[in-house]
């Protein structure tokens, strides 16, 4: 076995991970926030929030006049060495989602396999103006 071609590789596959930075970082904290997907239907919409590694309680929700701000803070689960590569960011985040005008302000929230859900309820489209109506909705079960 050749120990050159072995040194060769490893030295282009830490050339490779270090090409192309996964995270911004800047300050020697992580600037990132969690994925979400939006959908529309004709009761609701549905917020999903990718939150891997966090607990509910380590979540904060707030409903303003701005809309729907989700924040908190993941911590490295190494926090000591040398971090040669960053794909799973850590440290504070802030999401900020304006709400639909026809959305009525409630919320329903659950958090399950690291993923948070918020079902906002929209108005009904047979309610008179200025009086917002809720469509009410048991979650669904999962079956195991």
């Not at 994925?35 to 303003?64: M, W």
């Not at 918020?118 to 469509?135: I, Y």
Request: aromatic letters at 4%; glycine letters at 8%.
């Amino acid at each position: 076995m050749n120990i050159k071609n072995i040194s060769d590789k490893r030295n282009l596959l830490m050339a490779s991970l270090m090409a192309v930075p996964a995270c911004q970082t800047g300050d020697s904290d992580t600037d990132w926030f969690p994925a979400v997907d939006v959908t529309e239907t004709g009761q609701e919409y549905v917020v999903e929030v990718d939150l891997p590694g966090l607990k509910p309680e380590e979540i904060q929700l707030r409903v303003d006049s701005n809309g729907l701000s989700i924040s908190g803070q993941r911590v490295p689960k190494h926090p000591g060495g040398r971090r040669v590569r960053v794909e799973r960011p850590s440290g504070a985040f802030v999401r900020q989602l304006p709400l639909p005008t026809d959305a009525n302000g409630e919320i329903l929230a659950t958090f399950s396999d690291g993923v948070l859900e918020l079902h906002v309820a929209r108005a009904c489209p047979d309610s008179e103006p200025g009086k917002a109506r809720a469509v009410a909705r048991e979650p669904e079960e999962v079956a195991a």
